[in-house]
């Protein structure tokens, strides 16, 4: 079953008002990006915090989870690291380097299983 898309204005979104969408001028962005990329080695940690945005980020959610167009494993990741480590989305692309092919890999799937699980929970109560 295809997802209609949803669309909700940014000041409904939860991100907005999180650190995901802060400018990185005002931090240590070397510390910052260092601390980030050790949050997302400890896939634990990030794999709770997506779950956490899932849970706790509805609107924000919606609003990426049926956009088919933009990259929603990227998303989640950087809304996760948002939550869980206060990097912005610039912070939170430099850390993602610094991962190994095989942590990149973990992580992936970790936010591919959260984003399947999404959808699925939406689709039932869409239908329900």
């Not at 949803?6 to 910052?32: G, I, P, R, Y």
């Not at 167009?69 to 869980?84: E, F, K, M, T």
């Amino acid at each position: 079953m295809r997802i209609t898309r949803v669309f909700h204005h940014f000041s409904k979104c939860e991100e907005f008002s999180s650190a995901m969408w802060s400018s990185s001028l005002c931090v240590d962005k070397k510390n910052m990006v260092s601390k980030c990329s050790e949050f997302m080695r400890d896939i634990d940690m990030f794999d709770n915090c997506m779950g956490a945005v899932i849970s706790s980020w509805p609107n924000s959610c919606e609003s990426n989870f049926t956009n088919a167009s933009i990259n929603q494993v990227a998303w989640l990741g950087q809304a996760a690291a948002a939550l869980g480590c206060g990097a912005g989305e610039e912070i939170t692309k430099s850390a993602w380097g610094l991962l190994s092919e095989d942590q990149m890999a973990v992580a992936n799937a970790a936010a591919k299983r959260h984003i399947k699980k999404w959808k699925e929970l939406y689709l039932e109560n869409k239908y329900a």
